[in-house]
């Protein structure tokens, strides 16, 4: 079974500096997709950017990117200079490619910003 | 426009009740999912949908159960209310890629 782990309860960071969140995941599986998703206190859950595992490129959506390493099954998020609206809990998730069901979230990582 | 929507939002109820939360999406997305977010901010996913199968989580009783009146609507009625039943629900919708989410409705089984 796929597992998706993140191993930073939580998370602070200086306004304008930049923090890295950590995540692994366990698959069989060489098709698949990763997704970081943010949650601020008003509860919507935001895509913030999209991996997927046949690109060796990282992928990048301004300020934050994503250091994908495929052999050591790890997906971490930069996010570059901070800003307070960046404070939120920050979901990392797996989603299978053969079995668009089949989609598994970490437990999170709450992220705090200090100005 | 919103892309996702529940309703409602909140929804305070006593054990033993029945009751019905909406979802609609206007995304045109051929699949939709409701996942349950606890007190822990665990997010897991309930069931699957689209409009040629049902993918229901072993996990999840069978007083949950989603109807889908047409391909842009998921709702979610859920029997028998129980105390462990109180968390955020949130409805998603799929097309290829990445899951839309919508703001969650917050239930407190009383």
């Known amino acids: 079974a796929q597992t998706v782990t993140q191993s930073q309860p939580e998370m602070s960071v200086q306004e304008a500096e930049t923090v890295t969140l950590s995540c692994t995941y366990d698959?069989?599986?060489?098709?698949?997709?990763l997704f970081w998703y943010k949650q601020p206190p008003s509860r919507q859950m935001i895509l913030v950017i999209r991996q997927e595992a046949y690109k060796q490129q990282n992928a990048t959506e301004n300020r934050f990117s994503v250091n994908f390493q495929k052999a050591a099954k790890s997906f971490s998020l930069k996010i570059s200079d901070s800003q307070l609206g960046d404070a939120a809990m920050y979901f990392c998730a797996y989603r299978s490619g053969q079995n668009n069901n089949d989609m598994r979230f970490g437990a999170g990582t709450r992220l705090t910003v200090k100005p | 426009d919103t892309a996702v929507s529940q309703t409602p939002k909140y929804l305070v109820t006593q054990m033993g009740n029945d009751k019905s939360i909406k979802c609609e999406q206007n995304l045109g997305h051929d699949t939709m999912y409701w996942y349950k977010q606890d007190s822990k901010k665990f997010l897991k996913i309930m069931f699957s949908y689209n409009n040629k199968e049902l993918i229901i989580n072993e996990t999840v009783p069978n007083r949950f159960s989603p109807k889908s009146p047409d391909k842009a609507h998921l709702n979610l009625h859920i029997n028998s209310l129980e105390l462990g039943d109180s968390a955020v629900y949130f409805c998603?919708?799929?097309?290829?890629?990445?899951?839309?989410f919508g703001p969650g409705t917050r239930l407190t089984v009383t």
């Open positions: 998603a919708s799929s097309h290829v890629y990445e899951q839309y």
């Open positions: 698959t069989s599986e060489s098709d698949y997709y």
